[in-house]
């Protein structure tokens, strides 16, 4: 690189000759090079990451995302929007416009569908009906509300126990995408109480995790396992009471972090469900 002396020197037949001298500039060529993920989710910003090099100072950058969007940052953030392959490149130019090219093939994959419709059985006994919108969408968590959890891909039914506000959420994923929709639903009074409903309460709510449970009925519930679930239905602990033997019973629950889990209280024939909240 530098600057250099070119002559061109012409020679007739008959011996006579010319030149001329100039003085020409030979630039450095720079290298194009630039990482970014080859696989994304439809609306993943996606970073470029610049690794060009060029030994003689300042480069000028010239980025192509998809044929139409463009960018002269150095390293540069895009979202692609409708899903397909790009085909990403990078041009850089020094000062004396010497120039190389990179380019990198992105993947840009669709996302999932996760919305559904959540109706009652009207039956009365706190039994919803979940449908998807798409049942091929991918692989399917649903998340009742209550602690309660499936992988079922496709229509659903789910009982709750409790008279309450529920967040049922449906999580759906697909070649490493996801998508989650959620909605709210009231589970009004049940017309048939089953007796653990009925009879057991605990509290306070929230606590500090010390949680006291009593059985106020006349019904004896014999043996009660209580299941401690978080909010995605992972098991956490368990505890067992007979009721028969002691009217209530305290479960501790202060060694978990803060946060809201749920109590799944059965006797072998009935099921209730409690959300409780952990505060520290």
């Not at 709750?160 to 999580?171: G, H, W």
């Not at 109480?193 to 019904?219: A, C, F, H, R, W």
């Not at 004896?220 to 002691?246: A, C, H, M, P, Y």
């Not at 972090?257 to 952990?278: C, D, M, P, T, W």
């Amino acid at each position: 690189a530098g600057n250099f002396n070119v002559t061109l020197t012409v020679v007739a037949d008959n011996g006579c000759f010319d030149e001329i001298t100039k003085v020409v500039n030979f630039g450095v060529k720079p290298v194009a090079f630039f990482v970014t993920k080859t696989d994304i989710c439809l609306g993943e910003e996606n970073t470029f990451l610049n690794g060009s090099t060029f030994a003689g100072g300042n480069l000028n950058y010239d980025w192509s995302f998809d044929g139409t969007n463009s960018s002269n940052a150095s390293n540069p953030a895009f979202t692609y929007t409708v899903p397909g392959t790009y085909n990403a490149s990078l041009i850089v130019t020094t000062p004396e416009n010497c120039s190389d090219t990179a380019s990198i093939t992105i993947n840009v994959k669709e996302i999932p569908n996760s919305a559904f419709t959540a109706v009652s059985n009207l039956d009365g006994n706190g039994t919803y009906r979940f449908t998807p919108a798409d049942p091929n969408s991918g692989d399917f968590l649903w998340l009742f509300g209550d602690g309660t959890t499936s992988n079922v891909a496709g229509v659903v039914t789910h009982r709750y126990f409790e008279a309450s506000i529920f967040k049922p959420t449906l999580v759906v994923t697909k070649d490493g995408c996801q998508s989650s929709t959620s909605t709210e639903i009231i589970v009004n009074a049940l017309s048939t109480v089953d007796p653990i409903s009925n009879q057991i309460i605990n509290y306070p709510n929230p606590s500090t995790g010390m949680i006291k449970l009593e059985n106020k009925g006349n019904v004896d519930l014999g043996n009660v396992s209580i299941k401690v679930v978080d909010q995605l239905g992972r098991f956490v602990s368990e505890f067992n009471w007979n009721t028969s033997v002691s009217p209530s019973t305290v479960i501790d629950l202060s060694n978990f972090a803060a946060g809201i889990y749920h109590l799944q209280i059965s006797n072998g024939e009935f099921v209730s469900n409690r959300k409780v909240e952990i505060i520290k």
